[in-house]
């Protein structure tokens, strides 16, 4: 009997342990006035990580445009905390795609992160979540900012495109 009290509580930190990640909460005014700084030119995520977690690799994969300045339009890049964070807006006219890996994470943080996020780099063009609450983006399925929550067995996966 007492081995399998010992074991119930070795085990239960361990089911436990994966669920319990959270983003630090975005400060919505400072991530605006950053993005007003710069023109928009940064994409608020990328912003927002900077100014929350430290790096812990230099941007990999790094792809550029093959036009004008030649500029980085696609790169990953880790943070600590085993956040991955990857871009690609290397099409003309194809909008942003972004991914964040982070670890396994409540899901109800994750809603709240995404949402204010959208606050710090707002648009005029109502948005809203789908049913199941994995979705977010514009409620006439049109131009705008998309997310979605992926849950895998080690991590959350937050896909995320803004374009047209």
Same mark, same amino acid.
């Given at each position: 009997?007492?081995?399998?009290?010992?074991?119930?509580?070795?085990?239960?930190?361990?089911?436990?342990?994966?669920?319990?990640?959270?983003?630090?909460?975005?400060?919505?005014?400072?991530?605006?006035?950053?993005?007003?700084?710069?023109?928009?030119?940064? /994409?608020?995520?990328?912003?927002?990580?900077?100014? #929350?977690?430290?790096?812990?690799?230099?941007?990999? #994969?790094?792809?550029?445009?093959? !036009?004008? /300045?030649?500029?980085?339009?696609?790169?990953?890049?880790?943070?600590?905390?085993?956040?991955?964070?990857?871009?690609?807006?290397?099409?003309?006219?194809?909008?942003?795609?972004?991914?964040?890996?982070?670890?396994?994470?409540?899901?109800?943080?994750?809603?709240?992160?995404?949402?204010?996020?959208?606050?710090?780099?707002?648009? /005029?063009?109502?948005?809203?979540?789908?049913?199941?609450?994995?979705? !977010?983006?514009?409620? /006439?399925?049109?131009?705008?900012?998309?997310?979605?929550?992926?849950?895998?067995? #080690?991590?959350?996966?937050?896909?995320? !495109?803004?374009?047209?």
């Amino acid at each position: 009997m007492k081995i399998n009290i010992i074991i119930l509580f070795l085990t239960l930190p361990i089911l436990n342990f994966g669920q319990n990640f959270a983003l630090k909460e975005p400060n919505v005014m400072e991530l605006k006035a950053e993005l007003k700084k710069n023109n928009n030119a940064d /994409d608020v995520v990328y912003v927002y990580l900077q100014r #929350n977690y430290k790096q812990s690799s230099d941007k990999a #994969n790094v792809k550029n445009y093959e !036009y004008t /300045d030649y500029s980085i339009c696609a790169f990953e890049q880790d943070f600590e905390n085993e956040i991955t964070y990857s871009v690609e807006k290397c099409r003309e006219a194809g909008g942003i795609s972004t991914t964040l890996i982070l670890p396994k994470s409540k899901k109800s943080s994750v809603i709240k992160w995404i949402e204010q996020i959208f606050k710090s780099s707002p648009m /005029d063009i109502e948005h809203g979540w789908n049913k199941e609450k994995t979705k !977010y983006g514009p409620t /006439d399925n049109g131009v705008g900012c998309y997310y979605e929550i992926k849950e895998t067995e #080690n991590n959350t996966k937050i896909d995320m !495109y803004c374009g047209c």
